[in-house]
């Protein structure tokens, strides 16, 4: 995917790497992006690491915005100390999604 505006300094940015995505982000939304890098990275993780953070959850936004004809089979599994943010990502990912693109399931379910 090529993307290209006048109006935000972008031009002939490839979309192809999740590095390109989070430079476009850097670039496009520098505050944003550096508050949600914050969000995600642990007291002890260099700001590289946070940028590595930031591009898996990206690429977690972007696998559920597949048609039925997933090139991939994998299921993401979020966890951690309590107090987080995970719950507060996946509401926010069900906000974008809408509610009737998204499930849940107990743990007990999975086998």
Request: aromatic share 12%.
């Amino acid at each position: 995917m090529m993307m290209s505006s006048q109006s935000n300094n972008v031009s002939n940015v490839s979309l192809n790497r999740i590095e390109d995505v989070v430079a476009m982000f850097k670039q496009l939304a520098p505050k944003t992006y550096d508050a949600f890098r914050d969000w995600v990275k642990a007291a002890e993780d260099s700001d590289e690491v946070g940028d590595l953070k930031v591009g898996l959850l990206l690429q977690v936004v972007g696998y559920t915005l597949y048609s039925r004809d997933y090139p991939f089979h994998k299921i993401v599994l979020i966890y951690g100390e309590g107090a987080g943010g995970k719950t507060t990502f996946l509401y926010y990912l069900a906000s974008v999604l809408g509610e009737n693109h998204v499930t849940t399931v107990e743990p007990g379910w999975l086998g």
